[in-house]
């Protein structure tokens, strides 16, 4: 009974700590005018309804998310905290898969520890609570978790978690290149399996209402012309000063704008940065195959490219960042998980005492002078040539 329930012990304080943070957020965010159209539509059997809604997230975060939110009733904030609980779960359960493999090559039982309690207890993983994008953390979970099965040569289960990744968001498509090569063999059956998973998934959506998804998908590729601090548009931006009233008080702010034609190639240049560089990295290298530690320090690069070159970054976008990095660190098996520890500090650093990246103060009005944006921007466009020559200057195989 001893060792059933001590290997049920981590189970536990994950599905608490799930709960906690779910039922602990007063807030819905986006999630009521996104995600709630097809979430709510198909937890009350509207499956029509499911169809024709065609929010942004991917089709997998929807159904993983309904039954949940069914339990909470309604379409308030219950159900919302409800439907919170599968993806908070899913990163709990990664966590846990980190911290066995972190132990297995060689990391200390403090250290595995480390890397399974910052999986789930992060500012990031907060922020997209907050803000109603839970199927964020769900897709990162997914897109990581494939890369690390990837890179032990298990195919297929890498092709379902790939499949599903994309098939829940589709900013998953940076790992599908990471996952790939880090695969031993079998690299195009993973491929077709992953696809025949999103096919199956969209399919439906497509055959029922194929105005409503394309629609979709192109507001998806493109995003407005407001630029945060945090991009690398932000310097190209002009300022334009907007007055709002609400009740008797008038509201004023600096909103920053960059020309329209970056707000229209942003998101296909992130799709093609994603797989360019890879295949560059791998051109340089003159072998497809990387090793796990490189597989994931590629997403982690991958990760933050996305975050950089969006004119929106919202600082829940940078959680999958910080999920490879703590991959990076399990993989590796050093004795501390430095690169979570770091990520974790960065991300409390900049959801807390900066102005202009916390989730909280982003559509406020913007203070001038020597902000953290400056310093994030100083950070992150260095970091994209010294990345790939620091991460994989050996030439590891696979």
């Not at 399996?193 to 999103?198: K, L, N, P, S, T």
């Not at 229209?264 to 890879?278: E, K, M, N, Q, Y």
């Not at 430095?338 to 990520?343: D, E, F, K, S």
Request: net charge positive; with cysteine.
């Amino acid at each position: 009974m001893a060792p059933i329930l001590r290997r049920c012990l981590p189970l536990l304080a994950v599905a608490a700590a799930c709960i906690w943070i779910a039922f602990a957020n007063s807030a819905v965010g986006d999630f009521r005018i996104d995600g709630a159209l097809a979430v709510h539509a198909l937890a009350r059997g509207d499956v029509g309804a499911y169809l024709s809604a065609q929010v942004m997230m991917g089709p997998f975060s929807t159904l993983v998310q309904a039954p949940f939110a069914a339990l909470g009733g309604g379409e308030g904030l219950a159900a919302y905290q409800w439907a919170c609980l599968p993806c908070l779960f899913a990163v709990g359960l990664l966590g846990l898969y980190l911290a066995r493999i972190a132990r297995r090559r060689g990391m200390s039982s403090l250290g595995c520890a480390l890397v399974a309690i910052l999986c789930l207890v992060n500012p990031l993983t907060f922020a997209a609570i907050e803000t109603g994008h839970p199927e964020e953390l769900l897709t990162a979970a997914l897109a990581v978790a494939a890369v690390v099965v990837a890179s032990e040569g298990r195919t297929w289960q890498a092709a379902l978690l790939l499949g599903l990744a994309v098939a829940s968001k589709q900013w998953a498509v940076m790992a599908i290149l990471p996952v790939l090569m880090a695969l031993p063999a079998r690299r195009g059956r993973v491929a077709l399996g992953a696809g025949a998973i999103v096919l199956a998934l969209y399919l439906p959506g497509l055959v029922a209402s194929p105005d409503a998804f394309f629609g979709a998908q192109q507001h998806a590729a493109t995003t407005g012309r407001i630029v945060d601090p945090w991009s690398v548009w932000y310097p190209l931006a002009s300022v334009t000063t907007v007055t709002s009233t609400i009740g008797s008080t008038v509201y004023s702010a600096d909103v920053h704008r960059v020309p329209a034609a970056i707000g229209s190639i942003s998101h296909p240049l992130i799709v093609s940065a994603v797989f360019a560089l890879p295949l560059a990295l791998a051109w340089r290298r003159r072998r497809f195959g990387i090793s796990a530690t490189d597989a994931m320090a590629l997403l982690a690069l991958l990760a933050l490219l996305r975050c950089a070159l969006d004119p929106v970054s919202n600082i829940y976008y940078h959680a999958p960042l910080l999920l490879a990095l703590i991959g990076w660190d399990a993989l590796e098996g050093r004795r501390w998980p430095l690169r979570a520890l770091t990520g974790t500090a960065f991300a409390l650093l900049f959801e807390h005492w900066s102005w202009n990246l916390s989730s909280r103060f982003q559509h406020r009005v913007h203070r001038p002078g020597g902000h953290c944006g400056d310093r994030y921007r100083y950070c992150t466009v260095p970091a994209f040539p010294a990345w790939p020559e620091c991460s994989f200057r050996s030439g590891r195989s696979a």
